[in-house]
RNA sequence: GGUGGAGUGGGUGAGUGGCUGAAACCACCGGUUUGCUAAAUCGACGUACGGUAACCUCCGUACCGCGGGUUCGAAUCCCGCCUCCACCGCCA
């Protein structure tokens, strides 16, 4: 959620970025400027209401010691006409404010300057492609889905069975890999300095609605609704709550943090053959990093983290692309993400294995996430987050690219962490 | 799940209807003193929003776990909820 003080003053880069994101409703700035004069006028007024009340009774009371009971009385009349026009604004207020609230949570985040213009995946820019060889397959090559029947690896009717269809079953060599991957990606981020947490799997709604879950994406996620919690889509929801209603001091910049957690998601109303097997799940594996930074640091911040992700990607010897998403495929409370993907060599895809994105303050004002800078002059922090990385992907494009006739070999970096070399 | 107790500023903690945005102490910050460190001493010391376009100042409003209510007036009384602690029940 933007602050319309940071509308007023970025009025610009806000409504370019509506037009790059194809938002429709253009008048919306407008309306909310509008509103927020309305309500802090209204707001002045009842201060000036409550102030008179305030006055009154006070007076009241020194009346009633001064033994002075007809004044008191006369005045008490007085405080209850002024508390029903009191109580009118208050009304109006109520209403003014939730109007305001509604439009700002539709207003999406301020686009980079750097995002490109574009409708749909297909308008997105490579930013950085893959001009190394592809893997050099046998035309017998099998996709990932065959290949983990074939050895053992995953079961997908056994996951339906259980659960239902989006929940597979991994199995031997299948779980091993999910282990094995998921301790290398937590190695490599401590490596680079992010401290490991292992936080909750559900959230409350307050957490939902701090990263931008809550209202936007309603219905995405798992709900109980018996105990109003939800199950955590990424682990970036508990993790950058961990900061919900903070004041930082400048020092403690830069705040990174990582962890591994399952993700559930909906999905709903995706089907079809570019859902098969691995490639969306509604539940996967995956290691998450996030920083808090100052922002004027914060896209140094986001530059390291495309390094990091890089670094695990030639790692596993996978053929890999950046794109920088254009204004129709950018998320709602991102101002740029770049998504990372990996060629899947038997589906003869680009898989989307991870999303790099800098939020700018569009969830610390959410969140409440904020720093003293010298001068204890209050602002908002800035916060980003990627994966590093989502599993089932990196283990479609594992399968598929690095099968031969008689197995499938394993990346040298994960030997230590799997046992074997090969499947 | 049941019963009992508790939640006040950065911390400890006083405060049972008006003089309390809140005592006192500690911490932090600034000054004085002192060879340095330390101690002593004086002072300042919450947040948000609005008036207000920017920093300060000033004024107002709100905030004593959260949300309602009673009252001219609530940290204080009433109701609901949350969290923590203790005991009981259940349990990996």
Not at 21 to 27: A, I, L, P, Q
Not at 49 to 55: G, L, M, P, T, Y
Not at 314 to 339: H, M, N, Q, V
Not at 360 to 381: C, M, P, V
Request: proline share 4%; charged share 25%; net charge negative.
């Amino acid at each position: 959620m933007l602050q319309v003080n940071f509308i007023k003053n970025n009025l610009e880069r806000v409504q370019a970025s509506l037009q790059k994101r194809n938002f429709k409703n253009t008048d919306i700035l407008e309306e909310t400027i509008k509103l927020d004069e309305l309500k802090r006028s209204t707001q002045t007024s009842m201060n000036e209401k409550q102030e008179a009340i305030n006055k009154a009774s006070k007076e009241i009371g020194g009346l009633f010691k001064q033994g002075k009971k007809e004044e008191a009385e006369g005045l008490r009349a007085n405080v209850a006409t002024l508390k029903e026009e009191l109580n009118n604004l208050k009304v109006s207020f109520e209403e003014v404010s939730g109007k305001l609230t509604g439009l700002l949570y539709e207003i999406p985040n301020a686009a980079h300057a750097s995002v490109p213009e574009g409708s749909t995946d297909e308008d997105n820019e490579v930013f950085q492609a893959w001009d190394a060889n592809m893997p050099d397959l046998a035309t017998s090559k099998l996709p990932h889905w065959e290949l983990a029947k074939k050895y053992d690896l995953i079961d997908f009717e056994l996951g339906a069975k259980i659960t239902g269809a989006g929940f597979p079953v991994y199995k031997g060599k299948g779980a091993k890999l999910q282990r094995a991957l998921i301790n290398f990606f937590l190695d490599e981020a401590d490596k680079s300095g992010y401290a490991e947490f292992l936080p909750p799997h559900m959230v409350n709604e307050a957490s939902a609605i701090g990263t931008g879950q809550l209202p936007d994406k309603d219905g995405q996620m798992y709900h109980d609704a018996q105990d109003d919690l939800y199950l955590i889509p990424t682990a970036e929801v508990p993790i950058t709550n961990i900061y919900r209603d903070v004041i930082l001091k400048e020092e403690d910049f830069s705040i990174k943090m990582c962890g591994y957690t399952p993700c559930f998601r909906r999905e709903a109303g995706s089907y079809g053959a570019h859902v098969r097997g691995l490639n969306r799940l509604h539940q996967f594996d995956k290691v998450e990093i996030v920083r808090i930074e100052h922002p004027e640091r914060s896209y140094a911040a986001l530059d390291e983290m495309l390094d990091h992700v890089r670094g695990l990607l030639a790692k596993l010897e996978l053929p890999y692309r950046i794109l920088r998403l254009c204004g129709g495929d950018l998320s709602f409370a991102s101002a740029l993400t770049f998504d990372f993907e990996v060629f899947s060599a038997a589906q003869e895809r680009w898989l989307e294995v991870s999303s790099v994105s800098n939020f700018e303050t569009f969830q610390s004002n959410r969140l409440k996430l904020r720093y003293n800078d010298a001068n204890k002059k209050k602002h908002l922090a800035h916060t980003l987050n990627g994966s590093a990385l989502a599993l089932p992907r990196i283990v479609a494009a594992l399968l598929e690219n690095n099968q031969t006739g008689d197995g499938i070999n394993i990346p040298k970096v994960l030997w230590k962490y799997t046992g074997f070399e090969k499947i």
